[in-house]
């Protein structure tokens, strides 16, 4: 495909100066309306080395205030960025609503430059492929604008470029070994660059190739490109009519017998078998995590359950031995107006741990298909979407190497409203305790129902679900910390094996 791209392409130098300004000036009154109606809008440049990206964003800026976008320049992966999942550092600078991020190389290096450079295993290109699309796909469903432009320019014109940066000191520095080595082996790193082309052309984030030879050419399709995505995209939002709150339908019942119904709560643990298990399982789990820190390896540990089902006093447990500086409590509450400001999975992303770190969440993502499904806080296309979206999230944090482990903290309604009593009644407990908690017990049977369609949808063997019998705190706190500890040690034996079999094969 790409080797067929007339390059030649160009235009009377006036005609093209008076689309530009045409053009910008549109763009600068775009970029307004977009910010006015809240559309956050991501550009990425792409393309061979020396066919001007640098030149082309700073033309594409000029007519943009610049109070409403940020230029990121994407290199190689920093060791810290290394010790975090591939798109970490890429949701961290997703922009909030109403503002622009372009992108100076981005998520694609991975199956370019890194690919070429055998710094990724050809087996997991087509992995990388699923996880680019997906977190595309998210941000496109989220309210996000993607506009994807690929700079072509030929062997030649590449090679004449690269020695003219070469020839003056001020400018040699930007041209790399890698840089000549990919020029030298273009047609190789061509056809990678046309495996991404076709791997992720999509029609919510679709290519534009751009016949970079001619710079002024080029910056007028470019801004043009831009122009005319951001205008169809305002227009879209436009015409659409606002989604109005409504009652959650009734489900065909299918999940209402679900993983919850069949929980034996009478499980249970006396005072000194708790105290004997709990002092054993939580010094084993203090040598454990030097342990993930040595071989580098993440945790995610994620606990939803029902108001007062002791998410805390396991936390609280669980943490109670471990280092302070190798792990991290997220307490998730409602949104705040930055939060909302960005797709919901955002907030969740930029906590997740680097290489050796364990983040445990008090309350998690699945909001989205609980509490916001049944309070109504989301659109039921957005509740339903998200079961797909945080299979993907979570299995691209597990292929990067971290453990996860979903909690779902379980109580009957008669122990809820015990401990809801025992709250109310005991002054250093009363902030405990709203009146939010008392009028959610008055859904119990439909959050028992999304809460049965989450375990059913989103237990996975790479992110997989454990409900844990809560009526009993003591067994429910030596399950948690039995069945991390579990989890761990498999991981760890998993990476010491790995280790030997590759020192073995380096004799």
């Not at 008076?18 to 309306?33: A, F, G, N």
């Not at 020695?163 to 840089?179: I, Q």
């Not at 005319?228 to 305002?234: A, G, N, P, T």
Request: hydrophobic share 35%; net charge neutral.
């Amino acid at each position: 495909m790409l080797e067929k791209v007339d390059l030649s392409k160009t235009m009377d130098k006036k005609e093209l100066k008076t689309i530009l300004e045409e053009e910008s000036e549109k763009l600068s009154v775009l970029q307004r309306d977009c910010r006015a109606a809240n559309i956050p809008v991501m550009i990425v440049f792409e393309g061979l080395g020396a066919a001007g990206k640098g030149t082309q964003i700073n033309r594409l800026i000029q007519p943009l205030d610049p109070r409403g976008f940020v230029v990121y320049s994407i290199d190689e992966e920093s060791k810290e960025e290394r010790r975090h999942p591939y798109l970490w550092r890429f949701w961290n600078k997703i922009p909030e609503n109403g503002k622009i991020a372009i992108f100076d190389r981005s998520w694609y290096r991975r199956v370019l430059t890194d690919r070429f450079d055998h710094h990724i295993p050809d087996k997991e290109i087509q992995e990388t492929y699923q996880d680019i699309r997906s977190f595309e796909e998210q941000l496109f469903d989220g309210g996000y604008v993607i506009i994807k432009l690929f700079l072509h320019i030929s062997q030649k014109e590449q090679k004449k470029r690269f020695e003219k940066l070469l020839e003056k000191k001020e400018t040699a520095w930007r041209v790399s070994d890698g840089d000549l080595k990919r020029n030298k082996e273009y047609a190789k790193y061509l056809r990678y660059n046309e495996e991404m082309l076709q791997q992720t052309d999509t029609d919510f984030a679709p290519w534009t190739i751009v016949e970079a030879t001619e710079k002024d050419y080029a910056a007028v399709k470019i801004i043009s490109a831009v122009r005319s995505r951001l205008q169809y995209e305002l227009e879209q939002k436009r015409a659409s009519h606002t989604v109005k709150k409504s009652d959650i339908p009734t489900s065909s019942g299918q999940f209402k017998l679900g993983a919850l119904s069949g929980v034996d709560l009478t499980k249970t643990l006396d005072r000194d078998t708790y105290k004997e298990k709990l002092d054993k399982l939580q010094k084993h789990l203090e040598f454990l995590h030097s342990e993930l820190y040595r071989l580098q390896i993440p945790v995610v540990l994620g606990f939803e359950g029902w108001d007062a089902g002791g998410k805390g006093g396991a936390i609280k447990r669980l943490t109670s031995h471990l280092d302070p500086r190798g792990y991290a409590v997220h307490p998730t509450q409602a949104p705040n107006d930055i939060e909302k400001a960005h797709h919901y999975l955002w907030r969740f992303w930029i906590n997740m741990p680097k290489d050796g770190h364990i983040a445990i969440f008090d309350r998690t993502w699945y909001g989205r298909v609980v509490v916001e499904r049944i309070e109504g806080f989301c659109r039921e296309d957005e509740w339903k979407r998200a079961y797909q979206e945080i299979n993907q999230m979570e299995r691209h944090i597990a292929n990067s190497g971290a453990v996860i482990l979903k909690f779902w903290m379980h109580i009957d309604k008669d122990e809820q409203e015990r401990r809801f009593m025992e709250r109310q009644n005991t002054p250093s407990k009363q902030w405990k305790i709203t009146d939010e908690d008392w009028r959610n017990r008055e859904k119990w049977d439909q959050y028992e129902e999304a809460v049965n369609e989450m375990l059913l949808r989103t237990s996975s063997t790479y992110a997989p679900w454990i409900i844990v019998e809560g009526n009993s705190k003591y067994y429910a706190r030596v399950k948690v910390l039995e069945t991390v500890i579990q989890a761990i040690e498999q991981r760890i034996e998993s990476a010491d094996h790995g280790k030997k079999i590759t020192s073995k094969k380096g004799e």
